[in-house]
């Protein structure tokens, strides 16, 4: 009786210690709310079916140790409450030998499956819970690196576009301003109108539009022209900008702009007229 008391109170803590979930950690900075944990089970495309055996294994293992702490708890209490039933206490008897016995075989299994292949036996790594990307609040868009081109000097229509405000990236603003005493003459024709860029002289604008990032903007030689247009291609090429004859007007880009409008990579022709890349 004693024996079995022992063994009793032994077998008690071993699924305790065997039995751990696979767990995540969500990572919280507040010191008052505790670590998110949850179950997750792991597959990868490739790996899929050993995947699935580490699972398949792991989760034997922890059933049929909680099955065979059951039965021992359940044959420990037939066997105290037998009230001196020798029929009865060897029953209790049988039934814990044989949970004891099931427990050696399985530890026996665990170290087979462990010489045999370790890496099965392994739980997935702890993984960090996926942070959700960021969601910027509206009316706090990033900001664009935006100047007003008419304090700068640069020649702009102002019928068009206003006698105080026109609004382009600063990186292409600086190149046209070493460009706006060139013959022959040109003005910005369509600029951004805002300091945020949400329009532009021309209405109707895409959202995907180089024109809302101030990297593109419409010129046009202050005589109106074409052949002076088709000067003024190599000079804002020779300035390092891609240029689309457009015909009635030169749609002048950065040559990193993207979106709709930028260069396409190599000069080509299309509905709008013809590109001209950077020299």
């Known amino acids: 009786m004693k024996i079995i008391s022992a063994v009793l109170l032994i077998l008690l803590f071993l699924p305790i210690l065997y039995f751990h979930p696979i767990s995540v950690f969500a990572k919280t ?17 490739a790996t899929a079916p050993s995947s699935l055996i580490k699972i398949i294994i792991e989760w034997a293992f922890k059933i049929a140790g909680i099955l065979a702490f059951a039965m021992i708890v359940f044959a420990g209490f037939e066997y105290t409450t037998s009230g001196g039933n020798t029929s009865k206490q060897k029953d209790a008897q049988e039934k814990i030998i044989g949970a004891i016995v099931g427990i050696i075989l399985l530890f026996a299994f665990y170290i087979i ?20 990307p960021a969601v910027t609040p509206p009316g706090q868009e990033p900001s664009k690196n935006l100047v007003n081109i008419i304090e700068m000097g640069i020649p702009v229509n102002a019928p068009t576009l206003g006698k105080s405000e026109a609004y382009l990236d600063k990186t292409l603003a600086d190149i046209l301003l070493t460009l706006k005493d060139k013959t022959p003459a040109w003005l910005v024709t369509d600029a951004c109108i805002d300091p945020k860029c949400q329009s532009t002289s021309e209405p109707d604008r895409r959202s995907d539009d180089c024109h809302l990032d101030g990297t593109c903007v419409d010129i046009d030689a202050a005589s109106g022209n074409y052949n002076d247009n088709i000067k003024l291609i190599e000079i804002f090429n020779n300035a390092g900008l891609a240029v689309l004859d457009e015909v009635d007007h030169l749609h002048v880009a950065l040559m990193e702009a993207d979106g709709y409008g930028s260069y396409p990579g190599s000069n080509s022709c299309i509905t709008e007229g013809c590109w001209y890349g950077a020299n």
């Open 29 to 45: 900075t507040s010191p008052t709310i505790p670590p998110t944990t949850y179950e997750i089970l792991i597959f990868d495309a």
């Open 113 to 132: 499956l462990n010489t045999i292949n370790p890496d099965i036996l392994k739980s997935p790594p702890e993984t960090a819970a996926p942070i959700p």
